[in-house]
Each structure stands twice: as structure tokens, then as C-alpha cells.
């Protein structure tokens, strides 16, 4: 029995049945609640000392056997506890999301690594049933199981009290909302992380728990939450893009089985190819028209109806009544055309609409459909438009087909404007300008100008633009919209009459219509849109009067019209673009066989793709470093990052102490000081930039036979970007500072040839920093007597004065071989005072300065001399130097640092070869694979003319035997 909230004794039943809320009645201990059961301490202070531990077991693993029990032994007592078992099993997904929110707050300080296999997909539930469901049927009876049930009053006194879960999830909120702010998944992998982890030995008290949290939480707002937080946050939107990919992938390989499944028959697959229709294949033209000629120059002659006109003039609700289903989003008064989106029109039996680039099918039938097709054009059009933009030039390609609909290829484009409004850029206007005169330029373009009839003409900005695009007006249809507006609006409907015969704009068209679109709501349907428009002209006096032809009225005459022009254009100039583009694919392989004859035509995926491999085998490569080659240039980049704080603070204040019992004290202090704070730090450092220059090695010397300069862009990005998403698992600081504590702290030279060994460490090293201090001071007093005869060189006035505090320092020295490090006041006096009697005035802190490099190279080479005297001391070594007056301290501090250099190394080349080699080799696959989706990103890092080149003649190429395919089936229509 266990009284609640005061013998509560683990943190998760004070989380469950916190005291505060003053409960004090006993409830036996089968019956709390079983999250306290999956994670309470194996050996509890009121239970059996014989009791086997408790075992936790999750959803993701199966039951134990359970084995054979005698009849007839404690059997109430079993069947009571079996119940309450059921119930927890019953019941277990909705403690496991109770269980993420508990863990949620203290664990989502966890890296991304380490939760991300812990997590699974709580999107989904089905995957956790089969094996619940498999163990029930296998170890129960059901029908017993319904016939032993109790009561639903027996049951629901298992269920927890829902206000404490309340009053948890607060505590919970607060805490995350404190310094943390994590999604759902973080919090769920958090929390089913704490119930898979087993607890200690030791039951915890609950005011040590209160303690340890508040504690814990305290650490926890002073560490860098900010930055993981923005680690945790880029790996989930680079995992959530990856993801994204990799779907549309899997969506187009669908679309491509889905065909191969349409060709099957019952006697196999037959691989028959599937017959396009014609507006199709010079859809397909235009497309690949489209990637090439961006700009739409001379090169682009092709018709297509190009759609302008004032914003909010109705041409997007024009093209709808021609297309006869509501595609486009919709806005009251706001910009929605963002980019240029062309859309081809062909007959077919069902009204279906798709993009160039997509498999799926929108049925226009569906209201559902027809939502999902305006969503998602908005999300193309917002995500073709860059940051700090408003409107794009990229065109978003989209097929429409349904009974009755005219075959055709138009371009809806963003509204023109007068005024940039607050949210645009400010060259929204000139931007909008600039697309819509690429797009009529061309000389075979048919505009298609819509203006509102319901408001002035004078405010039209368009009809200006299609004057100065088309002044003959040879391939300009100009379309009325609004009519029904502006015979009710206008006092003199006369004026619809001048607009629709040419009269009022200074402008020129083939023909002129007047059409309605609508009353208005958006809600309306294509169908009751033409009712009312046919209704309206019936009734309309513009007819009745004859201010306006029959056939100038209504989309269905406009949509016939525009057809037929735009195929009659169509006759007219495609074989003198095939002819064209002949010519070009000429004069491109020309140039190809004379710039690059030894060269295959690689475009710029193709060779994205050698330059993907090349790399792959570069990283390989890394893998198979011996361990020497690793340990040895770790053990020399080590050394030569903490060499100088080893002689300058550890080596040479220790050499200053007078007996060897102050030596071995003073180096022992400063060496755990070291060790604690800086050295494991250093040693990190040292690793990550050797596993960086390496990498950057083989990257860089490469040395197949088919080496590509072209590719250095590209693999320079590629190891800049490696290097930066990969981040050095900063939790092996800790079991390094162990290690290197613990090799720091052994003296024990075990025989003789590690004693030469740490003799020739030290010798180098004494002999490295006296060369540089002889460098110094050779720069401080300037040439020698021999250089100055010899080469011609003099001292300046400051190294004359340094010069001639040498000598005299030089002097002191000689008298006092045993000198202390440090100068005292009165023999500076003493030194200028002499100085000055040579007609030499010095300041005290140059005194000082020459100096301390005169005493340091004094010191080393004292140090040298005496190393060479120890180079027979390991016989006194072993005897701890006792009865002799040869103290070789120092050779064993070498000796020391010199394990500890080895020890580091090697620990670093495992942590290396067998952790962040192989994460970095993943992060260099995925930055290649986010490169190779990165069209933008490809075309930056492979340039260059035989690039383009390349790119021009595969595109030309397709384009001239499409063409060629499409006059063929042109002639065969006729």
C-alpha cells in the first residue's frame, strides 16, 4: 500500500499525483497509474529485497513467455492484477502520448541524432496494432476476457484523475514556454524517449527529485538553447524538403507505370507508343521553348495567345469561360497572377486539368478538385517569385481538356498597374511591363487586349502597351468585359458602341468583342455564367438596337474566333521556325567540332551527374587513411597548438622553483588546469580541422584521367557546404578530458628507450624555441659586424640602443649564471646608468624587454646542456634520483606530454574513422542530392561556353524534330 502524495518516491508519480493537491487516501499499488508501473525503480523501499526487477516493455517489442504456473496458487490474487494488466494494454497509446507530454519539457534539449531513431511516425498508429492485436489473439481468450470483465464502475476507478493530467500539462507549458519552443515531434520523441529509459538502481526521493528538476531546469535556460533550437529547426526543414523531393519523384515514376499499366493487355506489356494529340505536341514545343528562350528573342516565333490587360479587368475570367471551369485563384481587388501561366486547350472526353511537370489529374467536375487546382497554382505562383519580389517571369505550364473546348495555347499574365501599392516591390510595375512586352514582341503572338467596360476608358494603361506592341493591330483581338456593368452604368450606351468599332482607343485590332462574366460572386458556376450571358445579350438593347453583330457577343463567338486565328498563324510560320531552328543546330555542331572535337556533348545535367560520381569516389577515398597517417598528424597539428602554452606556461615557471619537489607540484597544478579547461577543447579543434584539410585534399587532388576543370566550382561548394551542415559530437569532450587527465598523471617510464624517446622530445623542442628566440634577437640588435661589411647593411638608431643593452645585460649574466628570470630595480639602474656613461640613453621597459629574451635564451640553453646529462639518468630515474645530485624532472614532464600527445591521437583517429568520417560521407551525399534539385544552384556552379553550348544544341535539337513531328501531323489533319 502506498499513501499518495506523501510516500510518492520517483518523479513520475509526483508528476501524476502531485502532493500539493492535498489527497491523502491509500489505493493499493497495482492500481496507480501504470505510467508510474513502466518507469518506477526496479528495487522500491516498501517492497520484497527478493523481488526481480520490474521490465518495461513498449508497443515496439513483443511479450515475453510467460511461463507454465501451477492451478490453484493465489489465483484471486493473479486475476486482480491480470485485470489491471488488461487495462494498461487496453489503454497503452494513450499513456504513451501522456508520456510524451511529461518527458516532452526535460528532454527536448536532445540533438536531432540522437531522438531521430527513437521517433516514429505518430501520424500513423497502424503499424503499432498488428503485434497488440497478434499477442491478444495468441494468449487470450476473448470470449473469457468479455465474460471476466467487471463493471464499467470497477474500470473506470483505473482510469487517472484528467485535472491532475490538467495541471501537468500547465507545469508543462510553462516550462517549455520559458526558453524553448519546439514542435510536436520534438516533444513526442522527448517524451517516449523518457518512457523507454530505464531508471536507476536507487529509488529517488521526491524532494531530491524537486531539487534535480530545478536544478536541472536552471542549467538548462543557461546553456545554448537558442542555437539548437535553429539546429533542430534546419535538419527538419532540410528532412522535410528532402522528403518533398522524393515524392514528387516517386509521383512521376508513378505516372510512368500508370501508362505501362494502361499498355497491358492479356498477353503482356506491348511497348506501343501512345498518340498525341496536335495541340499537345505544340504545347510541347512551346515548353521546351519556354526553358530556352526565356526572354522570348528573335529565336521565338511561335503563336500562342498572350492574355493582358488592366488588373481587375476580367481577363483571368475570360480565360475561364474559354477553359469552362474556374482554375484560377481569385481575389477582390488583389494581385492574384503573379506569373505567367500558360495553359493549353484541347477537346477530350473528360474535363480534366494537369501540369507539365505532375501526374495528378484534377476532375473539374469536382468542387474538391477544382479548390486543389486554384491551391495549388497559388503555391506555384508564390514560390516561382523571390524574395524581396511581387511578380515573376517564370511560367507555370497547365493542360486543360474537356468536351467542346477549342484547341489552343494561351498565356494568362499578371494585370498591368498604374500605382505600386504598399507590399509591392517598387518595380512591380516596370516588371509587369517588361514580361507582357516580351511575351507580344513576338511578331506571331496573338494579343488578346481585355479591358472593363464598367469603368472610364481613359483609365485603361493597356490598351497604350498594345498600341505601341501591335500599332496595325494585324494580331490584336480586343475583348470588352463587363458589358452588362457599363450598359447600366453609362448614360450614353452609345459609347459601348465606339468602344466595340475601334472609335474610342487609339488603338487597331482584327476584331472586337463584348462579353459578361459573371455578376460578380465568386461563387458562381461556369454554367450559370453563360445562362446569364446568353439571357443578358438577349435582352440587351445593345443587340435589339444593332450597336452590336451577333457575332461579337458571347465567349463561346470569342473562343471560336480566337481559335481560328490562332491556327491559321500556326500554318503560316511553323515551318519557317523549323527551317529556323535547322540552321541554328548547324551553325551550334559547327562550332562544337571546331572549339571541342575530343569532347562529348554533355549537357549540364548530364554532367552534374560525372561530377556527382567523381566526388563520391574522392569521399571514399577518405575512408581508407591509414591510422598512422590519421594519428600522425593529429599527434604533430596537436602539438604545435599547445606547444607554446606547454614551455611558456607550464615548462618554464616550474624551471624557475628551486628544488624538485616544487618542480613536480607546480607541473602537476598547471596540468590539471590545463587539462580541465583548455586542452580537450584544443584537441576538438585539431581533429575537425585535420578531418577538414583532408577532406579538402582529396577533393581538391583528384587524380583520375578524365579530371575536369570545369567541376572545380561545383566540388568547392560542395565541401564548403559539407563542412558547414556537419557538426563535430561535442559530447566527446568529456571522455577525452578523462583520458587525457589520466595519461597526464602517469610518471612511470617503464624502460629505457621511452626515456631516449622523451630526451630527443624535449631536445627537439628546446632547440625549435631557441632557434626562434636567436631569430628575435637577431632582429632587435639588427646585422653583425660580418653582414654589415659583407652586405653593406647598418644597424637603425634603435637597434644601436638595443645592441648596446645586449652587451651590457650579456655581462651581468656572466657574473650571475644562476640569475632568476626576473630583473630587479636596482640592477636596471644600475645597467643604464652604465649605458649613459657610453653616451647611451635607454628606457627602463627596453631594458626589461632585451632582457627577458636574453635570460630565455640564456635558460634554453642551460636546458640543452643538462638534457644531455640526463641522457644516462634512467639508472637514477628508477632509483628516484635519490643519493645523486641529477634531478631529470623535466625529461619525465617531456615524457608526460609526450604520451599524452600519443594517447589524444590515437582516441581522436577512432572518434574519426569511425564516427565523423561516416557523417561527413553523408552529408556530402545529402548536399549533392539537394544540389542535383537546385536547377538555380546547377546552372551557378557549372558554367561556361561549352556548357551552354551543350545545353543550346540538346535543346535546339529537340525542338527542330518536335517541330519536324508536329508539321507532319499538321499535314495529315488537313
Not at 561516416?918 to 534539385?933: A, H, S, T, W, Y
Request: with cysteine.
Amino acid at each position: 500500500m502506498l499513501r499518495v502524495g506523501t510516500k510518492v518516491k520517483c518523479m513520475a508519480c509526483r508528476i501524476v499525483v502531485p502532493s500539493r493537491t492535498g489527497l491523502r487516501f491509500w489505493v493499493p499499488l497495482q492500481k496507480l497509474h501504470p505510467l508510474y508501473r513502466t518507469i518506477h525503480h526496479r528495487y522500491h523501499g516498501n517492497s520484497n529485497s527478493q523481488r526481480p526487477p520490474h521490465r518495461c516493455f513498449t508497443s515496439l517489442s513483443r511479450l515475453p513467455a510467460r511461463p507454465p504456473r501451477a492451478r490453484g496458487q493465489h489465483h484471486q490474487q493473479q486475476r486482480d492484477f491480470w485485470v489491471g494488466r488488461l487495462a494498461a494494454k487496453l489503454l497503452k497509446l494513450r499513456y504513451i502520448v501522456l508520456g510524451s507530454a511529461v518527458g516532452g519539457g526535460y528532454t527536448a534539449k536532445k540533438t536531432y541524432d540522437q531522438w531521430k531513431d527513437l521517433m516514429p511516425d505518430f501520424s500513423q498508429y497502424d503499424w503499432m496494432l498488428p503485434d497488440f492485436l497478434w499477442e491478444l489473439s495468441e494468449q487470450l481468450d476473448l470470449e473469457k476476457v468479455v465474460k471476466a470483465l467487471p463493471e464499467m464502475e470497477e474500470l473506470a476507478k483505473l482510469l487517472p484523475d484528467f485535472e491532475k493530467i490538467g495541471e501537468n500539462f500547465t507545469f508543462l507549458k510553462s516550462l517549455l514556454t520559458s526558453g524553448l519552443s519546439l514542435g510536436s515531434e520534438v516533444k513526442g520523441a522527448s517524451g517516449l524517449y523518457l518512457l523507454l529509459e530505464p531508471s536507476g538502481d536507487a529509488p529517488l526521493k521526491a524532494t531530491d527529485s524537486s531539487t534535480a528538476a530545478s536544478q536541472d531546469d536552471k542549467q538548462y535556460k543557461k546553456s545554448s538553447d537558442k542555437e539548437k533550437v535553429d539546429q533542430l529547426q534546419e535538419e527538419l526543414l532540410r528532412t522535410q524538403l528532402k522528403y518533398q523531393r522524393m515524392l514528387e519523384r516517386l509521383e512521376k515514376e508513378n505516372k510512368e507505370l500508370r501508362k505501362v499499366v494502361l499498355q497491358k493487355d492479356d498477353k503482356g506489356i506491348h511497348q506501343r507508343k501512345v498518340k498525341k494529340s496536335l495541340i499537345d505536341m505544340y504545347s510541347e514545343v512551346l515548353d521546351i521553348l519556354s526553358d530556352y528562350d526565356a526572354n522570348y528573342n528573335t529565336q521565338d516565333h511561335l503563336p500562342r495567345v498572350v492574355v493582358v490587360g488592366d488588373q481587375s479587368a476580367g481577363k483571368t475570367s475570360v480565360l475561364e469561360m474559354i477553359a469552362q471551369a474556374r482554375i484560377f485563384p481569385r481575389g477582390s481587388g488583389e494581385m492574384m497572377t503573379r506569373s505567367p501561366v500558360k495553359v493549353t486547350l484541347s477537346e477530350g472526353p473528360h474535363h480534366v486539368a494537369l501540369f507539365k511537370d505532375s501526374g495528378r489529374e484534377f476532375d473539374l467536375t469536382k468542387e474538391e478538385d477544382l479548390a486543389a487546382l486554384r491551391h495549388e497554382i497559388e503555391l506555384r505562383m508564390r514560390k516561382s517569385v523571390r524574395e524581396g519580389q511581387t511578380v515573376s517571369s517564370e511560367t507555370i505550364s497547365l493542360s486543360v481538356k474537356g468536351p467542346g473546348i477549342q484547341r489552343m495555347v494561351l498565356v494568362d499574365l499578371p494585370g498591368v498597374i498604374s500605382t505600386v501599392t504598399a507590399g509591392m516591390a517598387l518595380d512591380t510595375k516596370e516588371t509587369i511591363f517588361s514580361i507582357s512586352k516580351a511575351y507580344m514582341q513576338n511578331p506571331n503572338a496573338i494579343i488578346l487586349c481585355i479591358q472593363d467596360g464598367s469603368v472610364d476608358a481613359e483609365r485603361s494603361i493597356v490598351t497604350d502597351l498594345v498600341s505601341q506592341m501591335d500599332p496595325h493591330g494585324k494580331r490584336t483581338i480586343f475583348v470588352l468585359t463587363k458589358v452588362d456593368l457599363a450598359e447600366k452604368n453609362l448614360a450614353s450606351p452609345s459609347r459601348i458602341q465606339q468602344i466595340v468599332e475601334g472609335k474610342l482607343f487609339p488603338m487597331k485590332a482584327l476584331g472586337y468583342f463584348a462579353v459578361v462574366t459573371g455578376k460578380g460572386s465568386p461563387g458562381e458556376s461556369i454554367d450559370s455564367i453563360k445562362d446569364y450571358e446568353e439571357d443578358f445579350f438577349q435582352n440587351s438593347r445593345l443587340l435589339r438596337d444593332g450597336m452590336l453583330k451577333a457575332h461579337q457577343v458571347t465567349t463561346k463567338n470569342l473562343s471560336l474566333a480566337v481559335s481560328d486565328c490562332f491556327w491559321k498563324m500556326v500554318r503560316e510560320s511553323v515551318e519557317q521556325q523549323a527551317d529556323v531552328f535547322k540552321a541554328s543546330r548547324f551553325n551550334l555542331e559547327t562550332e562544337w567540332k571546331n572549339n571541342y572535337p575530343r569532347l562529348r556533348e554533355l549537357d549540364r545535367n548530364e554532367l552534374y551527374e560525372k561530377a556527382k560520381n567523381e566526388i563520391l569516389d574522392e569521399v571514399i577515398s577518405l575512408s581508407q587513411v591509414t591510422p598512422q597517417h590519421w594519428e600522425a598528424i593529429l599527434q604533430k597539428k596537436l602539438w604545435e597548438r599547445v606547444s607554446t602554452h606547454v614551455i611558456e606556461n607550464i615548462y618554464l615557471p616550474a624551471a624557475q622553483t628551486s628544488d624538485s619537489g616544487t618542480f613536480n607540484t607546480t607541473v602537476d597544478i598547471k596540468l590539471k588546469q590545463w587539462t580541465d579547461k583548455q586542452l580537450p577543447h584544443k584537441a576538438l579543434e585539431v581533429a575537425w580541422e585535420t578531418l577538414q584539410e583532408e577532406f579538402a585534399g582529396f577533393i581538391a587532388e583528384y587524380k583520375g584521367k578524365d579530371q575536369d576543370d570545369i567541376f572545380d566550382k561545383l566540388k568547392e561548394a560542395v565541401k564548403d557546404e559539407s563542412i558547414k551542415r556537419h557538426k563535430w559530437n561535442e559530447g566527446a569532450k568529456d571522455s577525452l578530458r578523462v583520458i587525457q587527465h589520466n595519461a597526464l598523471e602517469d610518471r612511470s617510464i617503464t624502460d629505457k628507450p621511452q626515456w631516449d624517446a622523451a630526451i630527443q622530445f624535449m631536445e627537439e623542442t628546446l632547440q625549435s624555441r631557441l632557434r626562434d628566440t636567436e631569430t628575435v634577437i637577431a632582429d632587435m640588435v639588427g646585422p653583425d659586424w660580418k653582414q654589415r661589411w659583407m652586405y653593406w647593411k647598418n644597424r637603425t638608431p634603435d637597434q644601436h640602443i638595443r645592441n648596446e643593452t645586449k652587451t651590457e645585460l650579456e655581462r651581468l649574466l656572466k657574473l650571475h649564471d644562476e640569475h632568476t628570470a626576473y630583473l630587479a630595480n636596482d640592477e636596471v639602474t644600475t645597467v643604464r646608468k652604465n649605458l649613459e656613461g657610453r653616451s647611451v640613453e635607454v628606457d627602463p621597459m627596453l631594458i626589461k624587454d632585451t632582457w627577458h629574451q636574453l635570460y630565455r635564451r640564456h635558460f634554453l640553453q642551460k636546458a640543452l646542456s643538462h638534457c644531455s646529462l640526463c641522457k644516462r639518468g634512467f639508472y637514477y630515474y628508477q632509483r628516484h634520483f635519490v643519493d645523486s645530485e641529477l634531478e631529470c624532472n623535466d625529461v619525465v614532464l617531456f615524457w608526460r606530454i609526450q604520451r599524452m600527445l600519443l594517447i589524444t591521437a590515437n582516441t581522436l583517429r577512432q572518434q574519426l574513422t569511425n564516427t565523423e568520417v561516416r557523417r561527413l560521407e553523408k552529408n556530402v551525399k545529402e548536399v549533392l542530392d539537394d544540389f542535383g534539385e537546385d536547377t538555380e544552384q546547377k546552372c551557378h556552379l557549372i558554367t561556361g561556353r561549352r556548357v551552354q553550348l551543350a545545353e543550346d544544341l540538346k535543346k535546339v535539337r529537340e525542338i527542330q524534330e518536335k517541330l519536324e513531328a508536329f508539321i507532319e501531323a499538321l499535314h495529315k489533319e488537313k
